[in-house]
């Protein structure tokens, strides 16, 4: 029975593992989703944003720390990733220049220098916002 109740447990376990991380309701998830290499140099890096809030974000920019594999800051990027609809999960591309995607150990989101929900004014947005990563590189606050 111990051995039964261990199998059951294993498969629960990789059942929830392998579903997609959505963002829980009045969150607001950005995943690092996947890498990709860019021809002549540079990594092109793709972002989900699930807007699981109860509004739209007409503004939405993020100042990245990118580290190497060294955990050594090698550049600063800013990225607008607006708009961002409610209830919708949106894609972005953003490219890196000039660093390869395995060259890349940690993306730190640095900074939001804009969230502005549609018709409204900046908001904080760090309380409501969570990060995830299934690159090989983590996605921190």
Known sequence: MTLLKSLI???AIAAVTAMPLMAEPGRLLVELNKFEEIDGGGCRAFFLFRNQTDQSF????????????N?????????????LPVSRTTLKLFEI???????????????LTSCRPQNADEMDC????????KTSAALVK
């Open 9 to 11: 447990g294993g498969v």
């Open 58 to 69: 007409a503004g939405f920019e993020m100042s990245l720390a990118i580290l190497d594999t």
């Open 71 to 83: 955990g050594v800051i090698d550049r600063l990027l800013a990225i607008d990733a607006a708009p």
């Open 97 to 111: 220049p000039e660093t390869s995607c395995a060259g890349i150990s940690e993306i730190l989101l640095h900074e």
């Open 126 to 133: 760090f309380p409501i916002l969570d990060l995830n990563s």
